[in-house]
């Protein structure tokens, strides 16, 4: 029994001392590409495995179910002064599958007379960040792939009339 519980501490140190998600395992592999934590999930941030996460999942027969710890993903704010981009994170990880699309919705805080440029961040099939246009005005939404990957939702914030910054809710 002593013998069982040293092997199973010798695994518990050596995991954490060398995560498989590391940044040294990827530069080892020499493939050049995002961070991996599973056989087919790409971690580009692994500042991301610190944060709530919120899972998607493949349902039965090609349906897809969202399956969160949260009961609801909260609103956050982006505030941008005047012709300055600003990228604003909502630090919850977004666990995707292959084909998943994730759905962004913004809208100009009723406190700013502005009105803003926002961009959303998705995936391509390599698991490369791209950023994607999801609308110019007071309010607006975008679906952008996401696939196998663990990442944070971000959007990029620009207030389009100068002297006036603004504040953009988003989800």
């Not at 292959?98 to 759905?103: A, R």
């Not at 700013?112 to 961040?121: C, R």
Request: proline residues 6%.
């Amino acid at each position: 029994m002593k013998k069982f519980g040293s092997i199973i501490l010798s695994l518990v140190i050596s995991a954490m001392l060398f995560p498989p998600w590391s940044k040294a395992s990827a530069e080892e592999r020499g493939d050049g590409t995002a961070n991996r934590i599973a056989e087919h999930v790409i971690v580009p941030d692994p500042a991301v495995l610190n944060d709530p996460i919120a899972y998607y999942m493949e349902g039965r027969g090609g349906s897809r179910k969202e399956v969160s710890r949260m009961k609801r993903l909260p609103w956050h704010s982006c505030t941008a002064p005047p012709g300055v981009w600003v990228t604003c994170s909502d630090r919850i990880g977004h666990f995707g599958y292959h084909g998943k699309v994730m759905s962004f919705s913004w809208n100009v805080h009723w406190t700013s007379s502005s009105s803003a440029t926002v961009q959303v961040q998705g995936f391509n099939s390599a698991g490369k960040a791209v950023w994607y246009g999801a609308g110019i005005g007071k309010s607006g939404s975008a679906s952008v792939p996401w696939g196998n990957v663990l990442a944070n939702k971000k959007v990029k914030v620009r207030s389009i009339h100068v002297p006036a910054g603004v504040t953009v809710q988003w989800q």
